[in-house]
């Protein structure tokens, strides 16, 4: 059955790293733009960043660009968001979802956009 794994998730100080791992299988997962979707506590779901599905292309939003970057291998079926200088915003559960269709910007929050959607992974941000 199709399952994406997040990992990599925990507590870190504001302006450490952390890299997110989002493992695949069940389908192909090389034919699938790929994402990290994001929820705060208390708040609704935020998109974070896209990957095209050979990865030549990538998108983040603006809270978190120049800081976050989207990554994949397809040899190893599994995506990536390494997070630097983080931030007490940052914190949220972050969910790793998969898609045929690209979506770039603010309206790729609805989980209804995808295919598939992980279980999600806590990052917790202290100041």
């Known amino acids: 059955q199709v399952q994406l794994v997040e990992s990599g998730g925990g507590l870190v100080q504001s302006g450490g790293s952390l890299r997110l791992s989002c493992a695949a299988s069940g389908f192909t997962f090389s034919s699938y733009h790929m994402f990290w979707v994001r929820q705060a506590p208390g708040k609704g779901l935020e998109w974070v960043a896209s990957?095209?599905?050979?990865?030549?292309?990538?998108s983040y939003a603006d809270s978190v660009k120049g800081r976050f970057t989207i990554s994949r291998s397809n040899a190893k079926n599994t995506l990536y968001l390494q997070m630097n200088n983080l931030k007490p915003d940052d914190t949220a559960v972050y969910y790793c979802a998969g898609s045929k269709n690209w979506c770039s910007g603010y309206v790729c929050y609805d989980r209804i956009l995808y295919d598939y959607w992980g279980q999600g992974t806590q990052v917790t941000v202290s100041s």
């Open positions: 990957i095209s599905d050979l990865g030549g292309r990538t």
